[in-house]
C-alpha cells in the first residue's frame, strides 16, 4: 500500500497534534534533569513511529523517505531528544531489512515495530569514528556463537534500549581492512532489563543532545548466536555504506528540523521584545538576521526533499544526500547561533529553550559521516559525475 496525499496531511496533522500537546510541554524539564522520556516512548509506540520505515510485511507504515524526513523535521524542531529515540532504532531496523536473511527479518522486525526491540548503532569506538576500517572490536568464531570483545563509544539508545546493530572485526589481518568486517545484530538485556553477561554500559555526560542515552559499552567474552551475523563475514562495511543515503536524508531533516525550531522561536520572540520604543524585529539588524535563516531552512528542506525523492525513486543520491546533510545540519547551528543573538542576554537563561537548540545543534554536523568529510564526498561525487 502507498500513502496517498490525504494519509501524508492526517499523519503530519497527527504528529503536529502530539509535538504540541505531549512533546513540548515535557522537552524542557527532561532535557535539563537529563531524564528520558518513557512516557513519549509509549506514545511514539502508538504512533506507529518506530515501524515507520519498516515495511509494512513486517508490521510497520513503510513510510517513503520523503514523509518520514518531514515528519523528523517536526520532531527535531520542538526536540531533538525523541526524534532520536526513533531514528537511530530505524537505521538499525533498515540494516536488517536490506541485509538480513527472511528468517531474521520476521525474528527481528516485527517485535522492532512493536517497540518490544529497541536500539540503535554500535559503529564507533574511541579509536575510530570516520576512519571506521580502524575499529579493534573482535568477533571470533566458536562453534554456534561470536565470542565478542572490545569497546563502543558514544553509543546511542544503548542504555534505555535492548539491541544493537554491532559491527566488528571477524578478521583483524584482512587487506583491504573492510574486509574483515561483519556486522551483527545484538540482544543486550535480559528479560528484567540488566546488561548480558560481558557487557558493561556507562551512560557519558554531554553538552546537548540531552535525556536519550549515549554510552560507551565494554564488551567483555560477551557470546551471542551465529544466527546474529548478517548476511555473511566481511558484509559489514558494505551494510554500513549501504545505509549511509538513508541515514544522511535522516540527520539532515533533524538539522532542518533544528534550524526551524530555532527560527520560530527567533521570530515570536523578535516581536515580544521592545527597544529604543519599538519591537525588535523592526531593526533591520534583526531582519537581515531572519531573512537569512529562513531562506537557508528553505532551502534545506528542498535539499532534502530532492534526495528523498531520488531514494524513493531507487536512484542513486550519494550526492544529494550528502548535500543535503551538509547544508541542512551547517542550517541548524547557523540558526541556533543566530536566534541565540536575537535573543540576546535572555538566550542564556534556562527558562528560555532556544539555549537547548544551541547545545543540540552541532552534534549534526559531526554525526553521519562529519560535514568534512560530507564536502570532500560530495566533490567526488562531483568529479566523476563531470569527467572531461
Ligand atoms: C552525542 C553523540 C551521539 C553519537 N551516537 C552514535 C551512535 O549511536 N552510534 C555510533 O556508532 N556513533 C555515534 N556517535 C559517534 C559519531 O558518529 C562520531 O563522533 C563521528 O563519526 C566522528 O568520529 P570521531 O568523533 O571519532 O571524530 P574523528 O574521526 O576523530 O574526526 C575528528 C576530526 O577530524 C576530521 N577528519 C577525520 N578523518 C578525516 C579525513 N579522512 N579527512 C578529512 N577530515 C577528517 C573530522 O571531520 C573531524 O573534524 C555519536 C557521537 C556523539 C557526540
Redesign the pocket.
Known amino acids: 500500500m502507498s500513502w496517498t496525499a490525504e494519509d501524508e496531511i492526517a499523519i503530519l496533522d497527527t504528529i503536529d497534534k502530539w509535538i504540541e500537546n505531549d512533546v513540548k510541554p515535557i522537552a524542557d524539564e527532561h532535557d535539563q534533569a537529563d531524564e528520558y522520556p518513557h512516557a513519549l516512548v509509549d506514545q511514539m509506540i502508538e504512533l506507529g513511529l518506530f515501524g515507520a520505515t519498516i515495511g509494512e510485511e513486517y508490521g510497520g507504515l513503510g513510510l517513503s523517505a520523503s514523509l518520514y524526513a518531514k515528519i523528523v523535521v517536526k520532531v527535531a524542531g520542538a526536540w531533538m531528544a525523541p526524534s532520536?529515540i526513533f531514528n537511530?532504532h530505524l537505521i538499525m531496523a533498515s540494516a536488517i531489512e536490506r541485509s538480513g536473511s527472511e528468517e531474521q527479518k520476521q525474528d527481528w522486525l516485527p517485535q522492532m515495530v512493536a517497540g518490544e526491540l529497541r536500539g540503535?548503532?554500535?559503529?564507533?569506538e574511541p579509536?575510530?569514528?570516520?576512519?571506521?576500517q580502524a575499529i579493534r572490536t573482535r568477533a571470533v568464531r566458536d562453534g554456534d556463537e561470536y565470542v565478542i570483545n572490545g569497546a563502543?563509544?558514544?553509543?546511542?539508545?544503548?542504555l534505555n534500549g535492548n539491541c544493537l546493530l554491532l559491527?566488528a572485526k571477524t578478521d583483524p589481518e584482512a587487506q583491504p581492512r573492510y574486509k574483515g568486517m561483519s556486522m551483527f545484530i545484538i540482544k543486550t538485556k535480559d528479560e528484567n532489563g540488566n546488561p548480558l553477561p560481558g557487557l558493561t554500559i556507562n551512560k557519558?555526560k554531554?553538552l546537548?543532545?540531552k535525556s536519550i542515552d549515549?554510552c560507551e559499552l565494554t564488551f567483555e567474552d560477551f557470546r551471542i548466536p551465529a544466527s546474529c551475523l548478517l548476511k555473511g563475514e566481511g558484509e559489514g562495511f558494505f551494510i554500513t555504506v549501504g545505509g549511509l543515503e538513508l541515514g544522511r536524508i535522516n540527520v539532515a531533516a533533524r538539522g532542518a528540523g533544528i534550524a526551524e525550531g530555532a527560527l520560530k522561536l527567533a521570530v515570536r520572540y523578535a516581536q515580544e521584545r521592545e527597544s529604543m520604543g519599538k519591537a525588535i524585529c523592526q531593526h533591520q539588524a534583526i531582519q537581515l538576521k531572519l531573512g537569512e535563516m529562513a531562506s537557508k531552512v528553505e532551502a534545506s528542506k528542498l535539499l532534502i526533499e530532492q534526495a528523498a525523492n531520488k531514494f524513493d525513486a531507487h536512484e542513486r543520491c550519494d550526492m544529494e544526500a550528502g548535500m543535503a546533510k551538509y547544508f541542512a545540519t551547517e542550517t541548524g547551528v547557523f540558526c541556533a547561533n543566530e536566534a541565540m543573538r536575537i535573543f540576546g542576554g535572555y538566550s542564556y537563561s534556562m527558562e528560555y529553550p532556544i539555549q537547548r537548540y544551541y547545545r543540540d545543534a552541532m552534534?549534526m554536523c559531526?554525526?553521519?559521516?562529519?560535514?568534512?568529510?560530507q564536502r570532500?564526498i560530495i566533490a567526488k561525487q562531483l568529479i566523476e559525475r563531470n569527467k572531461i
Open positions: 532520536g537511530s540503535g548503532i554500535a559503529l564507533t579509536n575510530a569514528g570516520t576512519d571506521l563502543k563509544t558514544w553509543i546511542t539508545n544503548s559491527l557519558m554531554k546537548g543532545y549515549t552534534l559531526i554525526g553521519e559521516g562529519t560535514n568534512e568529510v570532500m
